[in-house]
Nanobody
């Protein structure tokens, strides 16, 4: 059974940093491109970042230069390093494989 469990969210102040992790199981992480997506309160799902099998990355314009996606295939874990957070980053963050998302983690940016 494929499982994707994001964790590491919390309450942070504007301009602070946070790193999210996504523990995966039930498949070989190295064989798949992965994404982070998010859903802000009252809004639709938004794609955030993508990493291919070789480590190549892409980012939504709203997070470019602030967020970094990475993967540790040996640990079956996907990461999202988020810097310079602002209120617009408040959302539930999910990791996704082939369009399927797992359990999310809430990030709240507020002073």
């Amino acid at each position: 059974e494929v499982q994707l469990q994001a964790y590491g969210g919390g309450l942070v102040q504007p301009a602070e940093s946070l790193t999210l992790s996504c523990a995966t199981s039930g498949f070989t992480l190295s064989n798949y491109p992965m994404s982070w997506i998010r859903q802000a309160p009252g809004k639709e799902l938004e794609w955030v970042s993508f990493i291919n099998r070789g480590g190549g990355t892409k980012y939504a314009e709203s997070v470019t230069g602030r967020f970094t996606i990475s993967r540790d295939n040996a640990k079956n874990t996907l990461y999202l390093q988020m810097n310079k957070l602002n209120a617009e980053d408040t959302a539930v963050y999910y990791c996704s494989r082939m369009g399927v998302r797992g359990q999310g983690t809430l990030v709240t940016v507020s002073s």
